[in-house]
């Protein structure tokens, strides 16, 4: 069904899009995922409703593992296999490579909050406000960030929230530094 359906739905995407005046890589970015993620979502939430927070919050753990890991981590083999060449680089505008960035600094932050594998509130809510600021933030007027030196465009503005995102980490690390470290260490087996 969704090799069926893929095509279609990404040209439909697209053309919407332009009908709108909305940038294709944003608008596949960010409104394909919701209708992609949208079952792991539905899920979270009714183990969240039923009081099983942590199920929820493992659940969507796994899928963005599953996500960063596998699905990610072929991208650049697909894109070889379609371009004749498994050596051909992917060709990433200025705009995509500051989206890459920020998408990492935000994972950075979010494994850092989630290391003792627990999120409190105070976390979500920096997450949630950083998420939120970084997808307003390039739609907002300029005269609002007119009193930054420079006056900041869009990518610069994502440039800054990456920065912020990882700022947030290091300040994590005196809090959640053991449990990041048993997170890479590997693990020994007993033997007998």
């Known amino acids: 069904m969704i090799v069926g359906n893929a095509e279609t739905f990404s040209e439909g995407l697209v053309a919407t899009g332009r ?3 909305i940038d294709e890589f944003l608008l596949v970015q960010w409104l394909a995922p919701i209708a992609s993620e949208a079952p792991e979502f539905i899920v979270a939430i009714m ?3 039923r009081g099983l927070g942590g199920l929820a919050l493992g659940s969507l753990i796994s899928s963005k593992l599953n996500q960063w890991t596998l699905l990610v981590g072929m991208i650049p083999g697909v894109y070889g ?3 004749g060449s498994l050596a ?3 060709p990433l505008s200025g705009l995509q490579m500051h989206e890459v960035l920020l998408t990492a600094a935000q994972s950075l932050l979010a494994v850092g ?3 003792g594998l627990r999120l409190s509130i105070r976390g979500a809510m ?3 406000v950083l998420f939120l600021g970084q997808f307003l933030a390039p739609a907002m007027p300029a005269a609002l960030w007119a009193h930054l030196p420079g006056h900041l465009s869009g990518t610069q503005v994502h440039f800054l929230f990456s920065f912020l995102y990882m700022g947030g980490f290091v300040l994590l690390l005196p809090h959640t530094g053991r449990q990041l470290l048993a997170l890479v260490r590997p693990t ?5």
């Open 81 to 83: 296999v379609s371009s």
């Open 88 to 90: 051909t680089p992917i």
């Open 19 to 21: 009908q709108f005046g």
């Open 188 to 192: 020994r087996t007993r033997t007998s």
């Open 126 to 128: 920096l997450l949630f």
């Open 113 to 115: 909050l989630l290391a």
């Open 47 to 49: 183990f969240a409703l």
